[in-house]
């Protein structure tokens, strides 16, 4: 069956850089999209980036120029670095699979979901 892990999270300075990894398996990991979501407390899950099958990608405008998202489909991975890190990037961190269009940035747009990893950006 389809599984997304993501790991790398963690309590880090704000200025510092993260580097998260989503691993998948269960399914030809080069067909889909893979996108990352995060949500902070009471608030909705949002779309952070998005890379296509082809290497394509797009990001939300709080992180654009901060945040990398790639993938290595030898490795069936996605990865997500931001620098820069705010405090305001406190949240859990979501990778999902696309579903429908080359560069998905809705939830309803991704059929899979890991299990979160949690990002805290003390000031």
């Known amino acids: 069956q389809v599984q997304l892990v993501e790991s790398g999270g963690g309590l880090v300075q704000a200025g510092a850089s993260l580097r998260l990894s989503c691993a998948a398996s269960?399914?030809?990991?080069?067909?889909?999209?893979m996108g990352w979501f995060r949500q902070a407390p009471g608030k909705e899950r949002e779309f952070v980036a998005v890379v296509s099958r082809s290497g394509a990608t797009r990001y939300e405008d709080s992180v654009k120029g901060r945040a990398t998202i790639f993938r290595d489909d030898v490795k069936r991975a996605a990865y997500l670095r931001i620098d820069s890190l705010k405090p305001e990037d406190t949240a859990v961190y979501y990778c999902a699979r696309g579903q429908i269009s080359r560069l998905p940035t809705e939830p309803y747009e991704y059929d899979y979901w890991g299990q979160g990893t949690q990002v805290t950006v003390s000031s």
């Open positions: 269960g399914y030809t990991f080069s067909n889909y999209a």
